[in-house]
């Protein structure tokens, strides 16, 4: 009988250890929640100019050069495929671009902050002029190009002036439309979303102003405002019904404080915000690009002369990748070399992405324009 004991625990051990270990090699076999960034390679675009915002999709890049304004379309092997300088004054004049973007079909966009917008030929010739039904009253083209969209047959867009309303109205974040759906063909469009009841800014307290940008992923529109630490999920198929907020738990985000009232400021005097550069999201993923922002005590220490000590700032403040994954939550803070400039696009976030170099940090003078090749990879 003790020896049919003893069996039996031997056999019950035996069988753990195999379901313990089982368990172990499935879960090793399992992704990370911690990422880091690579640094793939580089390419070199036979153009030197200075670039203010782009677009990378499907094997295509579109970069616009503000002070030449010139738009210039490269391949993902850095060649110039072509290139368009746009009049800055007389009738046919395009100017203050802001968006650039490329549709799924591969048509190239462009637009300002207060439009018109235009659909480009191949050869980035215009190809029609899309205007909105109402004029604008937006007077600043803060992240348009993370503001421009393209949903079924229709684009959505940040465009402030239904009812003469804009940013500058009291009140405009807690209790107009955000975002305005045009259909293109017909002209018509709709206003879209509103400020979620869980974002400060939806609470008539005064805050300083921020952007707004979006991305969309399948039939979900990602919404969130540069200066707070959110990510606002609607459904567009429901009427853009607000589904979920997802707070980015930053280990430092700077939040200015509630203002006095709406003459007072913050930005650059006292402290630099928190700043959401974008959100990039694929089936599984979402990727935020953020910066953490420098806080009033170590602003006040530095004695800043401005225009002269901007790049000091960019020293400061640190800025970081962060990925959410719906099973594990969010990942690990991934920081961002300095010598990464900017970051237009992210077409998939487990796949290569580009990015322009900062010369200038890095130290070297050329006559061309460097992208690195990066990727956002799972340990």
């Known amino acids: 009988m003790i020896y049919r004991h003893i069996l039996l625990a031997l056999l019950a051990l035996s069988l753990y250890a195999c379901s313990s270990s089982e368990k172990s090699e499935k879960e090793s076999s399992q992704p990370s929640a911690e990422w880091e960034l690579q640094v793939l390679d580089s390419i070199q675009v036979d153009y030197l100019g200075n670039v203010s915002t782009g677009d990378f999709r499907d094997g295509l890049g579109l970069i616009y050069d503000y002070k030449a304004n010139t738009l210039v379309k490269i391949d993902y092997e850095g060649n110039v ?26 048509n190239p966009y462009i637009g300002g902050h207060d439009g018109p917008y235009f659909e480009l030929n191949e050869d980035l010739s215009v190809k029609r002029k899309i205007e909105m039904p109402f004029a604008s ?71 300083e102003r921020p952007s707004i940008s979006f991305t969309i992923v399948e039939n979900d529109l990602l919404l969130y405002f540069n200066n707070e630490p959110k990510i606002h999920r609607f459904n567009l198929l429901d009427s853009g019904k607000h589904m979920e907020t997802l707070d980015l738990n930053p280990t430092r985000f700077i939040e200015a404080p509630e203002l006095k009232d709406k003459y007072e400021r913050y930005s650059y ?3 630099v915000e928190g700043n959401i550069f974008g959100v990039f999201a694929g089936q599984n993923h979402i990727v935020v690009h953020y910066s953490e922002g420098i806080s009033e005590d170590v602003f006040g220490s530095q004695n800043f002369t401005f225009p002269d000590d901007f790049p000091r700032l960019a020293e400061l403040n640190q800025s970081y990748f962060k990925v959410y994954d719906a ?15 900017q970051i237009y696009a992210i077409e998939n976030p487990t796949e290569p992405f580009f990015a322009l170099r900062d010369d200038e940090y890095v130290g070297e003078e050329q006559e061309y324009l460097t992208f690195y090749k990066l990727q956002l990879v799972q340990k």
């Open 81 to 106: 495929l072509s290139t368009r300088a746009f009049p800055k004054d007389g009738p046919n004049s395009i100017s203050f671009i802001s968006t650039v973007k490329i549709d799924p079909s591969s």
């Open 137 to 207: 009253q937006s007077f600043g083209g803060l992240m348009d190009a993370k503001s421009f969209e393209f949903w079924q047959d229709n684009i959505i867009l940040y465009y402030t002036g239904r009812d003469e309303v804009g940013p500058f109205t009291e009140n405009y974040l807690e209790e107009y439309f955000l975002l305005e759906k045009l259909n293109p063909s017909t002209g018509e469009s709709s206003p879209l979303i509103r400020t979620p009841e869980t974002s400060k800014f939806s609470t008539g307290l005064l805050y």
């Open 269 to 271: 005097e006292k402290l």
């Open 327 to 341: 099973e594990k939550g969010w990942s690990n803070e991934v920081p961002i070399p300095k010598k990464v400039k």
